[in-house]
């Protein structure tokens, strides 16, 4: 029996902590299963005609949106709450997937990568951190080291799946990588309202 006045800690069985927990180990998955990626440079050269100085210019690009994007994203997070920072950032994902449907010259991938861009700004730290407040409001700091470890595996495990079905989504229509994708973030949208 706890001593009066002090609260028990509650049981890491809780189950709203375990619904939150396992919400953002999926988040974590999706925004990691990034179908076009092991074929963009594919998709890039062959389906858009770029040369590899263009596409170096839109890896230069997309890295200058996440950066210049990042003190506003935090701002935001810090403002409006870590989960509004991840719709936001869904959103512009889903934008940003959805505009490699139409882009058809270097221009268009470009204004594609800055949406994307923007996206992973808005991501960046938003995630940890509300699985930081998550376990401190539960009392559960002790956990952190656990579950952030966790959230890293099942990051890793999108990563692997989205590279291991890439290729055969990619030969089968090139488009295919990007429509899967634009879907794996409407998810992610669901999940983070």
Same mark, same amino acid.
């Given at each position: ?5 002090? +609260? ?94 139409? +882009? ?7 204004? +594609? ?81």
């Amino acid at each position: 029996m706890p001593p009066v006045g002090k +609260a028990e800690p509650p049981d890491p069985r809780d189950g709203q902590l375990r619904r939150t927990l396992l919400t953002l180990n999926v988040f974590a998955a999706l925004k990691m299963t990034l179908f076009p990626m092991a074929v963009i440079t594919l998709f890039w050269k062959d389906e858009i005609g770029l040369t590899l100085t263009e596409i170096l210019t839109l890896q230069v690009f997309f890295s200058l949106a996440s950066v210049v994007m990042e003190y506003p994203s935090g701002y935001v997070s810090d403002r409006l709450g870590y989960r509004w920072s991840l719709i936001v950032a869904c959103v512009f994902g889903i934008a940003g997937w959805g505009w490699y449907l139409f +882009a058809a010259t270097f221009w268009g991938v470009l204004q +594609a990568e800055l949406l994307l861009g923007v996206s992973y700004a808005f991501i960046s730290g938003s995630d940890t951190a509300l699985l930081f407040e998550t376990l401190r409001a539960g009392n559960r700091m002790d956990l952190y080291a656990r579950c952030d470890g966790r959230m890293v595996g099942w990051a890793q495990g999108g990563e692997a799946a989205g590279a291991l079905f890439a290729g055969l989504m990619y030969a089968h229509w090139p488009l295919l990588p990007f429509v899967a994708q634009i879907g794996i973030w409407i998810l992610a949208l669901g999940l983070c309202l």
